[in-house]
């Protein structure tokens, strides 16, 4: 137990779908984080929340739309999703954006676009 | 931009021996640099980070790193591989002064061989 919960943690779902993945905290951080971790590349930031406004924003396709409504919570909203999504998204959270805090992340939510 | 480069993707260690895992990385400065694991179906948990001061790090799990500048490279060792310690291994950077804005390398996957 890392202290940060993600759910679903698989789920598959079609091009023409919408879901979300959650995330919540349960350390007390002010910093959230969107990763995507897919087989044939590097672990990628997509987004970055500090003490609930986005303050990073990786070049994501607007197919992912994250929402942070308080900075115990992370979502991201998936709608028209494309095969090449397919891939574990992680969750993390820091004590805040600042340099020298540990950066927690959550066992991921598996996602399969099919 | 910084980058990262963990030039083994699979390293594989009899039980006991010791472990060296290479990173390097490209940045202007002085970065902050860490290394996590990600056991399976697990997020990533911090082994240790290095910012300033002494440039051998102490980790968890009797992990520790060195920080050579001349090389541009964090490697990590361990003196006596446990069976556990099979996972994988992702080096990260982030600048001095986004201590929050991890950018990761490909990872080394390391199998131990009882």
């Known amino acids: 137990e890392t202290g940060v919960t993600q759910t679903p943690r698989h789920l598959v779902m079609g091009m023409t779908n919408k879901k979300s993945l959650k995330c919540e905290q349960h350390l007390g951080h002010n910093a959230m984080y969107w990763y995507k971790q897919s087989a044939k590349k590097p672990l990628e930031l997509m987004f970055v929340y500090n003490f609930k406004e986005q303050t990073e924003n990786n070049s994501v396709p607007s197919r992912f739309s994250p929402e942070c409504p308080n900075s115990s919570h992370l979502f991201l909203h998936l709608h028209t999703l494309q095969p090449e999504d397919s891939a574990l998204y992680l969750c993390?959270?820091?004590?805040?954006?600042?340099?020298?805090?540990?950066?927690?992340f959550g066992e991921g939510s598996w996602l399969t676009v099919v | 931009a910084q980058s990262v480069t963990q030039p083994d993707i699979h390293i594989t260690v009899s039980e006991g021996a010791s472990l060296e895992l290479r990173c390097n990385y490209s940045?202007?400065?002085?970065?902050?640099l860490f290394w996590y694991v990600q056991s399976p179906g697990q997020g990533l948990q911090l082994l240790l980070k290095?910012?300033?001061?002494?440039?051998l790090v102490q980790g968890i799990k009797g992990f520790e790193a060195e920080f050579k500048r001349s090389q541009s490279s964090f490697n990590l060792r361990k003196p006596s591989v446990h069976w556990s310690d099979a996972a994988e291994y992702f080096c990260?950077?982030?600048?001095?002064?986004?201590?929050?804005?991890?950018?990761f390398g490909g990872g080394t996957r390391l199998m131990v061989k009882p």
């Open positions: 940045y202007g400065a002085t970065p902050y």
């Open positions: 290095y910012f300033s001061g002494d440039t």
């Open positions: 990260a950077v982030a600048p001095n002064n986004a201590g929050n804005m991890l950018t």
């Open positions: 993390a959270s820091s004590q805040d954006g600042g340099a020298g805090n540990t950066i927690y």
